[in-house]
């Protein structure tokens, strides 16, 4: 999930090398993902509305399906 997360952000941003996604684990069924974008690229990720946020939110969501676990995407 997290090389499927950095791909699709690495090629909205500016700055791709200061892309960072790590994982921590709430409880056994939900773990959270977190982005870290340059500051200057974070409106790009997050989209004007939240539109951009919350399709990756959703494409997450689809892609977590069979796993039977709920990824939460923090962006920052």
């Known amino acids: 999930m997290e090389q499927l997360i950095s791909y699709i952000v690495k090629s909205l ?9 790590s994982t921590e684990n709430e409880s056994e069924k939900v773990i959270i993902l ?4 340059d500051p200057s690229d974070l409106g790009k990720v997050i989209g004007k509305g939240g539109k951009i ?18 990824f939460i995407v923090k962006i920052s």
Do not use: C, L, Y
Not at 34 to 37: C, Y
Not at 53 to 67: E, G, Q
């Open 13 to 21: 941003v500016d700055n791709p090398d200061k892309v960072e996604v």
């Open 34 to 37: 977190k982005v870290v974008v």
């Open 53 to 70: 946020a919350s399709s990756i939110r959703t494409i997450v969501k689809s892609a977590s399906a069979k796993s039977g676990r709920r």
